[in-house]
């Protein structure tokens, strides 16, 4: 279950009301959103399966920072909205 589903088992009484769509097609937007998020940030920001065999340490640093904007970008403008 992606981070947004999670969000949504809070609400499951509200989102039953819609027979359980809107949670099922939020949740579907927010992950395709944040996948073409991560995708643009890493090629803007050169960051390469090159440098994740060169540098490990700082590809996954540089990919955690990408992945926390990402949800922050998604949960403002999907989540939240």
Do not use: H
């Amino acid at each position: 279950m992606t981070p947004w589903g999670v969000f949504f088992l809070a609400f499951y009484n509200v989102l039953l009301v819609n027979g359980g769509t809107l949670s099922t097609d939020i949740d579907r937007q927010a992950q395709e959103r944040f996948e073409r998020l991560i995708e643009g940030m890493k090629q803007s920001q050169g960051i390469t399966e090159r440098l994740k065999e060169e540098n490990a340490l700082e590809w996954t640093g540089r990919l955690n920072n990408i992945r926390a904007c990402a949800r922050e970008i998604v949960n403002e403008e999907i989540i939240y909205a």
